[in-house]
């Protein structure tokens, strides 16, 4: 499975950006996907996942009521609509696909993704 991230950008606080996931190669539509990022200096952290049908989703706490995950598997792409931007928001955005169709109770983490997406820069200015 390739994953091609887009839609990254510089936006000022308070705006909005949409990111776009593609998956080509191997079966999309069976196994959640999920947005990860990583700001300078940080470690990488878990920013939203949706399940293998789209039904189900999960939002890290800082990005909640903001971010919205959604599928096409029709289109094999995963998106990330951001709004209400903040300068903490700024990092590297990738998107990944896991080896199951939804997670864990215990949450989402980046060892239960098997393929990763090179990642999108989006810079939040203040």
């Known amino acids: 499975v390739q994953l091609q991230a887009s839609g990254g950008g510089l936006v000022q606080a308070g705006g909005s950006l949409r990111l776009s996931c593609a998956a080509s190669?191997?079966?999309?539509?069976?196994?959640?996907m999920a947005w990860f990022r990583q700001a300078p200096g940080k470690e990488r952290e878990f920013v939203a996942a949706i399940n293998w049908s789209g039904g189900s989703t999960a939002y890290a706490d800082s990005v909640k009521g903001r971010f919205t995950i959604s599928r096409d598997n029709a289109k094999n792409t995963v998106y990330l609509q951001m709004n209400s931007l903040k300068p903490e928001d700024t990092a590297v955005y990738y998107c990944?696909?896991?080896?199951?169709?939804?997670?864990?109770?215990?949450?989402?983490?980046?060892?239960?993704?098997?393929?990763w997406g090179k990642g999108t820069q989006v810079t939040v200015s203040s």
């Open positions: 190669g191997r079966t999309f539509s069976g196994y959640y």
């Open positions: 990944a696909r896991s080896k199951y169709g939804g997670w864990r109770t215990s949450g989402v983490v980046g060892d239960d993704m098997d393929y």
